[in-house]
């Protein structure tokens, strides 16, 4: 599997996390991208974006906010 790419969305409010992950996943077929939010709307947002497109999508809570994991 190729790096990570972490893609910082904390503080941001939507629809910014969206169109971030949306710019980090743009150019991908296949990886792990790792998207760090602080609030339940934005981590809900990322995840239905990341699997309407096929990616499989799981959660972390840390740090008073959540990493949401797309994986493909």
């Known amino acids: 599997m190729s790096d990570v790419i ?5 503080g ?6 969206v169109m ?3 710019k980090a996943l743009a150019n991908l077929s296949s990886g ?5 939010v602080d609030t339940a ?3 809900n947002n990322v995840s239905r974006y990341a699997s309407n497109k ?3 999508v799981s959660t972390e809570e840390r740090d008073g906010g959540y990493k949401v994991i797309l994986e493909k």
């Open 6 to 10: 972490t893609v910082n969305a904390s």
């Open 12 to 17: 941001l409010s939507c629809p910014q996390p």
């Open 20 to 22: 971030l992950t949306k």
């Open 32 to 36: 792990r991208v790792e998207v760090l």
């Open 41 to 43: 709307t934005s981590r």
């Open 54 to 56: 096929g990616w499989k």
